[in-house]
């Protein structure tokens, strides 16, 4: 069975900086493409960013200048660096990743909670 777990949210004042991290874990063959998606109260799940293998790199556009994504292949963890986040940045956010276990399927982690707030 396939696991993805998110760690590293929490309550941040604006202008802070937060970093997640998430690990895949269970009978994997491969890893592809692994992102971060985020839920805003009342909105849609929507892209954050996205990296593939070889560490090339998509983003929102709305985000792309305060958010980093980064994997290590090795250790099939993906992170989210987020810097000088506002309350507009309150969100669930999730993992996700397309793995290879008898074939190739998206999973999603359970999310964690980001709440920018004074």
């Known amino acids: 069975q396939v696991q993805l777990v998110e760690s590293g949210g929490g309550l941040v004042q604006p202008g802070d900086s937060l970093r997640l991290s998430c690990v895949a874990s269970g009978n994997i063959g491969a890893v592809d493409t692994m992102g971060w998606y985020r839920q805003r109260p009342g909105m849609a799940r929507e892209l954050v960013a996205i990296i593939r293998r070889d560490g090339s790199a998509d983003y929102a556009e709305t985000l792309e200048n305060r958010f980093t994504i980064s994997r290590v292949n090795a250790e099939?963890?993906?992170?989210?660096q987020s810097n000088n986040l506002g309350p507009e940045d309150t969100a669930v956010y999730f993992c996700?990743?397309?793995i290879l276990v008898q074939r190739w399927n998206v999973y999603w982690g359970q999310g964690t909670?980001?709440?920018?707030?004074e």
């Open 76 to 80: 099939r963890t993906v992170s989210l």
């Open 96 to 98: 996700n990743a397309r």
């Open 113 to 117: 909670q980001v709440t920018v707030s």
